[in-house]
């Protein structure tokens, strides 16, 4: 059912080039915990964050937006009401948005958000392995954190990606992606992402922005979490990484400082 | 009608052990300003954080908690709505919490809220001297700044201690901590921890840590005071601060990479 | 219509060791992408930062705070009600306020928002060209980002400047600053600022803070963006700073070690 990706280096280091040459864009409508660390991420990386997430403008905003973010970290009342304008305004308008269903799974009333939206066929969906396979029926995870793999969680993945027409990317040790027909591995990162909170949210920032820059959403996925990863990579082993906070900083600067061709060479993809 | 405490180095230590061994589920309902940094503090000392704060999933989530943090700092409806569910829950699911009455004294209605939570009987209760005198009738601080001693807020600690069946946590150049019988006193700490946003907050959200894998919630605040006073001196002393955002930087570093033997050696208790 | 301002690099340095003398409170009403940085950032210089932004005390808080910072980067129901009842008691009791209309001119729901406060006459306008002209009718930026240069949005500011009796300060390469009468150029700061989120939203805030405790708005907010824009001078050139991560940090440490002395000599004023 599923094919060896074609996908390369090479994709990658085009799709960087890309996103910093048209600075796309991106809507967030996300969780107050992460709202800074994620504009500064795509903000370092080379995309142009609006946090627009209130009823009266998220859907007129996702109508100009490049690409549109929807995390459920911590929903509310008016940003789940903007997130279903904006949903729609960027299905209508053809703008690529991704769905962050955080702790999906875990509590009752987000998982239905989450399925609901799901069933809005995002052009990207990513979570974790927990997250993904609660959305098929899976228990979930433990808060916000997952307990399953991502291969535990390929199959899911590859149903949600062909019951909603929608690429899937699950986060872990390994990070696994599918658009249902093609399967690829990304095995960068470094345990120290787990200790900052936000990185995968940040990650569904920059495949939004990718997206709006590339035509094929696997691929942007990809080069979103191979970008990622990469410097995350180069950050821990920075000789000013002395712990998480340091690690955090040094990311930022690693995603700013990345070039296309660095990326290519370090990225380990199958 | 108080004791020396028999409180120690080693409870420390022990403390801090268990809870990296444990890395305790700690639900946040906190406030905008401070919830990234939380989220990163929990994670670099050890813990799990989970900022679920809306009255949809509040009080589920605390059922589930190890640990739950109440932290006043900007209150709206919606989540003051979400703290009343988490508190009924943590209650009688026996979940311990922790109250934070950020600025009470300072405006009337935050106040009022502090102290209808305060009768709910937290298991600690963690300000600065102004916020805890508020609590008994004084007139309160400075904004979100104390503008009395630890030393003379004890004995209003020590009467909210007896009257609702919590300890205590009085965060200063010395902190003292009491649960009504027994007084400690933590004398570690730096003077940058003022010229950083939302230190007391964490300070708040690592007791609910600490609780939530210790039976005795004194030593659960004192272990946590411990932790995060020690952290902040090695990161003041650390080559790599030159002012207030590194000195962040390297707390968190501190937390994530202080032993227990370090924290016993370092800690100055009385 | 305008004429050579007056004021030089020793009014900066007076205000900057005024403004730390009298640490003054300030009230921020602002965004959750910038909450925890201004509150840092105001921490640095020596403000005290107060983050009262719900209906039911922000009006009470801005008779007691210094100043009022009033930004609309993510305006919601409850905090633009917050807003309205903060600007009409600061304008009652004479607090000093400033508003920064965030993506004023890109969506249409804040620029009317914007403009209603704008007719409150707040203290000072601080904005990007972009949303500077919006207020005035012009077409407005692309999401958060100027498109238009603060030397093609001085006639605009001249004019609202005149209009509303408010000091506008535009920010972009060359900061523009008038009252109506006088036109103060700051031409320090670095291409890094634009790379980290918050930084014209924390300027804002240092705005606030220095009209607390000075008595002309112009020399406050040439002060503030001087501090600002001398303090990323630095910082850029700081050996810790390798990209946008690092610069952020470096900024915080040096608008807290910054001298009077050092921000007179280094501050380029026209």
Known sequence: MTNTSSIGPGDCADALATLRERSPLVQCLTNIVVAQWTANVLLAVGAAPAMVDNPEEAGAFARIAGGV??????????TTAAMEQAVGAASDAGTPWVLDPVAAGALAWRTEIARKLLSDSPTVLRGNASEVMALTGGAGGKGVD????????????????????TVVAISGPVDHLTDGARVVKVANGHPL????????????????????????????????????????????????????????????????????AELAARVRLS
Request: aromatic share 4%.
């Open 69 to 78: 973010l929807i995390n459920l970290g911590t929903p509310y009342a008016d």
């Open 193 to 260: 992402l787990t200790r900052v909170t936000g990185v995968g949210c940040a990650l569904g920032a920059m495949i939004a922005g990718f997206a709006a820059v590339l035509d094929d959403p696997l691929v942007a996925a990809v080069a979103a979490t191979a970008t990622l990863t990469v410097a995350a990579d180069a950050a821990a082993s920075s000789p000013s990484t002395a712990g998480p906070g340091s690690f955090a900083v040094a990311l930022l600067d690693q995603l700013a400082t990345l070039t296309p």
């Open 146 to 165: 997952s307990v399953d793999t991502p291969e535990a969680a390929l199959d899911a993945a590859v149903e949600l990606a062909g019951l909603h027409g």
